[in-house]
């Protein structure tokens, strides 16, 4: 069974730093890409950024860029999100993505909240 389990979400102050964890399992991940959402109340889900757990490639939104970081652990089966000079707007629900061309896998989420 597919798992992907995100940790780290808590409350911050802006300009403060974050590194959500994403733990995944259950399968070989070769080929997928690995992706980070964000949902804020009344808000649609929205792409937050990706890598590609073999080649290590990764691409981000506007919002993220220059602050936000994404890296994974092949060995410890890992994927992270480090946050910096965070903001209020950054306040969401983040959850980790596994997709290739025929499977897409979701976490539950992780809370950030961000206070200004």
């Known amino acids: 069974q597919v798992q992907l389990v995100e940790s780290g979400g808590r409350l911050v102050q802006a300009g403060g730093s974050l590194r959500l964890s994403c733990a995944v399992s259950?399968?070989?991940?070769?080929?997928?890409?690995m992706g980070w959402f964000r949902q804020a109340p009344g808000k649609d889900r929205e792409f937050v950024g990706s890598?590609?757990?073999?080649?290590?490639?990764?691409n981000y939104a506007d919002p993220g860029k220059g602050r936000f970081t994404i890296s994974r652990d092949v060995d410890k089966n890992m994927v992270h999100l480090q946050m910096n000079n965070l903001k209020p707007e950054d306040t969401a629900v983040y959850f980790c993505?596994?997709?290739?061309?025929?499977?897409?896998?979701w976490g539950q989420g992780t809370q950030v909240t961000v206070s200004s």
């Open positions: 993505h596994a997709q290739d061309i025929s499977n897409s896998y």
């Open positions: 259950g399968r070989s991940f070769a080929g997928y890409s």
């Open positions: 890598i590609g757990w073999s080649s290590g490639r990764t």
